[in-house]
């Protein structure tokens, strides 16, 4: 028996239909939100200040030496770590499957871009 699953996405803030997740961090923490293109717009519109000011906080894992640790963790930070992909993905429609491998050209895009 064949299976399809759908995934919808309903926007967090008013209930409607989502377009997009957005992957941020705060204070250590990282969070998704589903959102529909108009609330997407406005949440950048409202970060993009700080944003501009920060910087680019390092990954974690260097050795000192200029080579990086490979990554390591729990299936759930694994886990984690795809669906920011896939988030960053669609936003930036790049076609990737909700569910399996996700392309290596595509994590070497998402890296390129983080």
């Known amino acids: 028996m064949a299976q399809q699953v759908k995934v919808i996405l309903v926007d967090d803030i008013e209930g409607g239909s989502a377009e997009e997740t957005l992957s941020f961090a705060l204070d250590g923490a990282t969070y998704e939100i589903d959102l529909s293109t108009a609330?997407?717009?406005?949440?950048?519109?409202?970060?993009?200040?700080?944003?501009?000011?920060?910087?680019?906080?390092?990954?974690?894992?260097?050795?000192?030496?200029?080579?990086?640790?490979?990554?390591?963790?729990?299936?759930?930070?694994?886990?984690?770590?795809?669906?920011?992909?896939?988030?960053?993905?669609?936003?930036?429609?790049?076609?990737?499957?909700?569910?399996?491998?996700?392309?290596?050209?595509?994590v070497e895009q998402y890296d390129a871009a983080h």
């Open 39 to 106: 609330n997407a717009a406005k949440f950048r519109d409202a970060v993009a200040p700080y944003v501009a000011a920060a910087r680019k906080a390092g990954r974690s894992g260097s050795r000192g030496n200029g080579v990086r640790a490979p990554r390591r963790g729990t299936a759930g930070d694994r886990r984690g770590r795809a669906a920011d992909i896939r988030a960053w993905a669609r936003t930036k429609g790049v076609e990737v499957s909700e569910r399996g491998r996700i392309p290596a050209r595509v």
